[in-house]
């Protein structure tokens, strides 16, 4: 019973899901593979950024909290001198799930031929513009400067090849990924993967959106019937000062996903705050789930359970008819689960407003420059 939770709680962390990230060099691929994990470029775990490859070497970067999601530094197509068919043999292209093709000013033919050839694997591929943030700036200095036209202009201009009209380019700073459309690229990848790998993808997407936020909530919320029925027949840990029964093992299990997926476990914290120049401390001190920024043992979670009891108490009291005709388990194991079932909603809810707390902060730093 214990591994069948363990399965239902990992599934996803299992998932494999390859992206190729490929481009002219200097382009910002390294830079891209870091920001959507994560992690600054300075990090040891960071892919080498502003320094000139000329290797054919295809490097993996797995996600540092789902190492299922591998992001693929590729050389650039035109670094190799092959036919785009060669490059994607050369490259090993069977095992990549998607490409993401990034330039900075304009797409070439070479990247025509490429994305050409990548259809016609049967793969995606998706147009990424990066430095947006840099020409914005430059174009800022101008007397009639108008953001959205800037925008809209850089959109064509790096399609202006015959063959390229028809695509769609998403406009990105690695340095700033809530600005432009990094949010619209994530979303779009998201629905275009089959359905056991968008959770995969989701799952190890920046928790810097409130719309990606809203998004694992509801997934770990999916997860919680199937768990919690589970927990109907595991036997109940009492808990003193609670007369109900409580599935230990499993709430432990569960908030440590919860932690890990909204990015509040320390090394997530520490990376967080490497890559936006707010201090640990400061980041810390927004959190407020007694959950977030702590090793989740049986200790603590017992801990908040005991703090919360009367409020999860009298939840239980609502909850538990609902589930005596669906569970068919006797009365002490539907009030076990029913409460197992209330304590993890209360966790997620409170897990997802501190996730939300740190994107506010994160989101509050980057829009008050300091002057
Ligand atoms: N401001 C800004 N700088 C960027 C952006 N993307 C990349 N850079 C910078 O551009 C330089 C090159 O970026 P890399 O990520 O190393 O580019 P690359 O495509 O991996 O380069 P090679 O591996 O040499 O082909 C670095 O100094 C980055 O910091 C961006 O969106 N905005
Ligand atoms: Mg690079």
């Known amino acids: 019973m214990e591994a069948r939770m363990a399965e239902n709680l990992d599934r996803t962390s299992k998932i494999p899901l390859n992206i190729a990230?490929?481009?002219g060099s200097g382009n910002?691929?390294?830079?891209?593979?870091?920001?959507?994990r994560g992690i600054d470029d300075n990090d040891d775990h960071a892919a080498p950024t502003g320094v000139r490859e000329t290797t054919i070497e295809v490097k993996e970067y797995p996600h540092p909290n789902y190492p299922n999601v591998i992001f693929s530094d590729l050389p650039g197509i035109g670094t190799t001198k092959f036919p785009a068919s060669k490059y994607l043999k050369l490259v090993g292209f069977k095992k990549f799930d998607l490409f993401i093709?990034?330039?900075?000013?304009?797409?070439?033919?070479?990247?025509?031929?490429?994305?050409?050839?990548?259809?016609?694997?049967?793969?995606?591929?998706?147009?990424?513009?990066?430095?947006v943030d840099i020409d914005l700036q430059s174009e800022q200095r101008?007397?009639?400067?108008?953001?959205?036209?800037?925008?809209?202009?850089?959109?064509?201009?790096?399609?202006?090849?015959?063959?390229?009209?028809?695509?769609?380019?998403?406009?990105v700073s690695n340095h700033h990924i809530h600005l432009y459309d990094f949010s619209l690229l994530q979303d779009t990848i998201e629905r275009d993967l089959p359905d056991h790998m968008?959770?995969?993808?989701?799952?190890?997407?920046?928790?810097?959106?409130?719309?990606?936020?809203?998004?694992?909530?509801?997934?770990?919320?999916?997860q919680i019937w199937g768990l919690t029925a589970l927990s109907g027949v595991v036997a109940a840990v009492p808990l003193?000062?609670?007369?109900?029964?409580?599935?230990l093992a499993l709430v432990v299990g569960a908030v440590t996903h919860y932690v890990v997926g909204f990015g509040l476990d320390i090394p997530s914290l520490r990376r967080t705050a490497?890559?936006?120049?707010?201090?640990?401390?400061?980041?810390?001190?927004?959190l407020q789930s007694q959950l977030a920024?702590?090793?989740i043992t049986k200790e603590l979670v017992t801990k908040v359970i005991l703090q919360l009891s009367s409020r999860a108490a009298l939840l239980v009291a609502e909850e538990v008819s609902t589930f005596i005709p669906i569970v068919g388990i006797p009365l002490s194991m539907a009030f076990s689960a029913a409460t197992t079932y209330k304590l993890l909603k209360l966790f997620l809810d409170v897990l997802a407003e501190d996730a939300q707390r740190i994107s506010d902060r994160v989101l509050k730093a980057i829009l008050t420059p300091v002057c």
């Open 198 to 222: 968008k959770d995969a993808l989701l799952l190890a997407s920046p928790s810097i959106f409130p719309d990606i936020i809203e998004k694992k909530k509801k997934f770990f919320q999916r």
């Open 21 to 23: 990230v490929t481009g």
């Open 240 to 247: 003193p000062g609670l007369s109900i029964g409580v599935d």
């Open 293 to 295: 920024a702590q090793e």
């Open 28 to 36: 910002g691929k390294s830079s891209f593979v870091n920001a959507f």
């Open 101 to 131: 093709i990034i330039s900075v000013d304009r797409f070439t033919e070479n990247d025509a031929k490429l994305a050409k050839e990548i259809k016609k694997m049967g793969k995606k591929f998706y147009f990424v513009r990066s430095r």
């Open 274 to 286: 490497d890559r936006t120049g707010i201090s640990y401390d400061e980041l810390k001190a927004v």
């Open 142 to 171: 101008k007397k009639d400067f108008s953001e959205q036209k800037t925008l809209a202009k850089m959109r064509e201009d790096c399609v202006k090849s015959e063959c390229l009209k028809l695509i769609h380019v998403f406009l």
